[in-house]
């Protein structure tokens, strides 16, 4: 990775596109910390420190790079974005409309962009509302001393349109690394915001357990990373023939290539699913004051550590996992393309039987997949008895997210030194 990149650094035009890279994070990380209009910096410094690592907001203020709980500019972070592409996502399989935009190529591509773009700031300000309305109660934070001193309908106001103003910034310069710069801009800027919270709650683990826990820890997540690679690079190779047709006077075909089915098919979205579905019932708690509904999650769903909350997270990562291969792979449309283009498996019948071949098959490789993501999802919170209570810092979402795209930035700068050197030598 280190060589790809002193490598890159060496070409002129790669140069270039990496300090333009570089650039763009260090203006997102400085919006990170800077704190919004009208929130008191100093009450916010006393407080968030008892409530950085609870709370139902947690999964978005891993995103944000714990800037939710600060209230900052880019509160929000990129979860809107995630979310609103997530569900255009899985209405374009739904939705006839949506389904023929995605057939129709470029011009329709950049049409589901553009209601993504709509979605996430629509999002934005539902979320921005929510967020300072709890500020406001004191819901968000634990504390005495009130987030937002001048609580007036013009303070709350000018907030919610900064942080929903913060977004569609990030947005932009999200699509900013993507054109000028290097690799997916939203999935570098998700890669900053969580590797900048790794080195505090590393040093937090080490000041409050000791170098022996911190030892154990580091160990633990080396090993959580190299299984996660392995993984992650992990598939199933289809082997695919095309028989030779003859057009004209040219001859197509003959070519064999293969079909890659990665046993994590589903990428950390199952996690997402089911992390968000698991804290309805906290914003439930909130509004509805029923007292045996706050017992129960008082009981089993409020610290996470309960057998009954894993049990539940663990089945809820299946069912996401198996559901959104299915909403994403269609065996039989697969198998429909292939015989049109005259392309069959060897041993296997073009039509019907390659498409329950791939359902076979699939379905077969999504469990292993499935079972990985679970237990990786699981694991940090058996973590944190050992770490004394702290936030592990190589939980499941985290480490798929920064292997995932650690590994598609290093494909990133190889594909383009790649593409230089060929050019170099066909001159």
């Not at 900048?196 to 990373?225: H, T, Y």
């Not at 997402?272 to 045996?292: E, H, M, T």
């Not at 198998?335 to 077969?364: C, Q, W």
Request: net charge positive.
């Amino acid at each position: 990775m280190l060589t790809a990149v002193l490598r890159a650094f060496r070409t002129p035009d790669l140069r270039r596109k990496l300090l333009i890279t570089f650039a763009i994070i260090a203006v997102f990380r400085l919006g990170s910390v800077i704190q919004g209009p009208g929130v008191s910096t100093q009450n916010v410094h006393d407080c968030v420190s008892a409530t950085a690592n609870s709370g139902v907001y947690q999964i978005i203020n891993l995103f944000s790079g714990g800037a939710l709980l600060q209230l900052s500019v880019f509160a929000l972070g990129i979860m809107p974005y995630i979310t609103s592409s997530i569900i255009i996502q899985l209405l374009v399989e739904v939705i006839p409309r949506l389904k023929s935009l995605k057939q129709e190529g470029h011009a329709g591509e950049q049409k589901l962009i553009q209601y993504t773009r709509y979605l996430t700031i629509a999002l934005a300000v539902l979320q921005s509302t929510g967020i300072v309305a709890l500020a406001r109660s004191g819901r968000l934070i634990a504390c005495s001393q009130p987030l937002i001193p001048d609580q007036s309908v013009f303070a709350l106001t000018t907030l919610i349109i900064t942080l929903t103003a913060g977004t569609g910034v990030i947005m932009w310069l999200g699509e900013l690394i993507t054109n000028k710069g290097i690799g997916n801009g939203m999935s570098l800027l998700i890669f900053t915001s969580i590797a900048s919270r790794i080195p505090s709650e590393g040093s937090s683990i080490l000041q409050k357990s000791g170098g022996f826990v911190f030892a154990i820890i580091l160990v633990l997540g080396i090993a959580i990373v190299m299984a996660v690679i392995f993984i992650q690079q992990a598939d199933r190779r289809i082997p695919v023939q095309y028989a030779k047709r003859v057009v004209g006077r040219r001859v197509l075909g003959g070519s064999s290539t293969y079909i890659p089915l990665k046993i994590n098919q589903a990428g950390v979205i199952p996690i997402i699913f089911a992390s968000s579905l698991l804290q309805v019932p906290a914003l439930l708690d909130q509004v509805w004051n029923n007292k045996s509904f706050d017992r129960f999650y008082q009981q089993y769903l409020y610290r996470g550590d309960h057998p009954i909350y894993i049990a539940i997270y663990f089945l809820l990562i299946l069912f996401f996992t198996y559901f959104y291969v299915a909403i994403t792979f269609n065996p039989v449309e697969q198998a429909d393309n292939m015989k049109k283009h005259g392309g069959f498996i060897p041993g296997i019948r073009p039509g019907r039987p390659t498409a329950e071949f791939l359902d076979y098959v699939l379905s077969r490789i999504t469990f292993p997949g499935a079972l990985f993501l679970g237990t990786l999802s699981i694991l940090p919170i058996i973590a944190l008895g050992v770490s004394g209570g702290n936030q592990f810092p190589f939980g499941g979402t985290t480490v798929l997210i920064l292997v995932g795209v650690g590994l598609e930035f290093v494909k990133q700068v190889e594909s383009q030194l790649m593409l230089r050197n060929y050019e170099g030598f066909l001159r």
